[in-house]
């Protein structure tokens, strides 16, 4: 690469640590791999979103990067309201690493999951008695009588915390 490539690089301030400066190509070189390895691991993030169950319609993930933040790491997590048909919850939670986001993404797919069958298993209607679940708890009640047991599930499931939550509109 010479140093008229240098328009496709990203220009950050610094250099390689440990190198004396020779005129800045290692420097465009070290951007351009920063670069690279930044963008191998959105792809990556992207792909293990993408791989969510169809299942789970009601919730979408998003990854973004802040270059140069502290936290540069986010997930925008947006779970339909089945009270209020077409309105979001959205949250963008805030992380310091690549493979810190990568484990709450897994464990968030692996959360929805669980809770999808949790769901399944206690929203089915017994015979044609529409309204009522299998343990014969009214519908619209549902979060009131296994919101605490959904919960403990999953912060058991969710382990990796990220170090800021900001509601978002």
């Not at 998003?62 to 779970?79: C, K, N, Q, T």
């Not at 309204?131 to 382990?159: N, W, Y």
Request: glycine content about 6%.
């Amino acid at each position: 690469m010479s140093l008229d490539d240098s328009h496709n690089l990203i220009p950050v301030t610094g250099e390689h640590p440990g190198r004396a400066r020779d005129g800045g190509s290692h420097v465009w070189t070290w951007h351009f791999n920063m670069a690279h390895n930044l963008i191998e691991q959105i792809r990556e993030l992207a792909a293990l979103i993408a791989s969510m169950p169809p299942s789970l319609p009601y919730t979408t993930l998003r990854i973004a990067v802040v270059v140069g933040d502290a936290l540069p790491w986010r997930i925008v997590e947006s779970v339909a309201n089945s009270m209020r048909p077409g309105t979001y919850r959205r949250k963008m939670f805030y992380f310091r690493t690549a493979e810190e986001a990568r484990r709450s993404v897994r464990e968030r797919i692996e959360w929805r999951l669980a809770d999808s069958r949790f769901a399944l298993q206690h929203m089915n209607t017994p015979g044609d008695f529409p309204g009522i679940t299998t343990d014969l708890v009214p519908q619209h009640l549902f979060e009131v009588m296994f919101g605490e047991v959904r919960a403990k599930m999953r912060s058991a499931i969710c382990t990796t915390l990220p170090e800021r939550t900001a509601s978002m509109p």
